[in-house]
Structure formats: C-alpha cells, structure tokens
C-alpha cells in the first residue's frame, strides 16, 4: 500500500455537509483495509482565485495509506460530488502524523491572540481621564 495526501475543497454552502463527506471517504479508505493517518479540517478559508464566482471554500487535509483501486474510488468520488470545487491528490514517501503547517501557524495564532490582547494599549478615553 502506497501512501497519499489528498486535500479536497468543498463548496462553502455545504460546509455543514462536510463531516458527512469526510466520514463517507474514511469509510471508504479504512473498509478496504487502508489507514487514515492525518485528517484535518481547516475550515473557510479565502480561495487565492475565484472558483465559479465562489472567494471562499472549506478545506479538508487527509493523509491515507491505501491501495490503487481505493484511491481509484475515492478519486471518482471526488469527480462527481458536486460540492467538491477541486481536489488533488498526492502520492507521498511515508506516512504523515505531524500536525500540518496550516494546523501549526492557526495554533501559534491561537497563542498568541491572548498575549496581543493582554499587552494591547489603554483606550484614550482612559489615558484623558488618568491625565485630569
């Protein structure tokens, strides 16, 4: 079995369908004795061009190990869903358990959001009223 990272993009009116569709392609994958080793859903994100008059789309990351005929399936499923805009799938050297660089730059922004918010400025209003 062969090892792949597939990332789909899903059609933003179907967002709240995805977790369906990522339980039907893991079906998929693990029925066929594959493993899923990564999955990671990175929500809306804005789309770098527009596709079919559409400026943001819902991400999903997978990384699977699988034979030919599975990733066969999963590609036609893929093709002829119609809530998926695009998809690409990539065939890699091992498997990927790491945390993604999308996954690792929104935590990091995560983390640092409560820091910003504690060191942030005084309002005016309350350094005017300081100087009276």
């Not at 990272?5 to 004795?33: A, C, K, L, N």
């Not at 660089?101 to 350094?127: D, F, H, I, N, Q």
């Amino acid at each position: 079995m062969r090892h792949y990272e597939i990332v789909f993009i899903v059609h933003p009116d179907q967002s709240e369908q995805v977790p369906g569709m990522v339980e039907r392609y893991r079906q998929t994958v693990t029925g066929r004795g594959g493993k899923i080793h990564r999955l990671e859903d990175w929500g809306r994100r804005q789309l770098a061009f527009p596709l079919q008059k559409i400026h943001k789309a819902h991400y999903v990351l997978m990384n699977v190990e699988c034979d030919g005929e599975t990733l066969e399936e999963l590609d036609h499923a893929f093709k002829f869903n119609d809530a998926v805009l695009r998809h690409l799938i990539v065939k890699t050297s091992g498997p990927a358990t790491a945390p993604s660089p999308m996954m690792k730059e929104e935590k990091s922004r995560s983390l640092t959001a409560p820091a910003a918010e504690g060191s942030a400025k005084p309002a005016p209003v309350e350094e005017a009223a300081a100087r009276a």
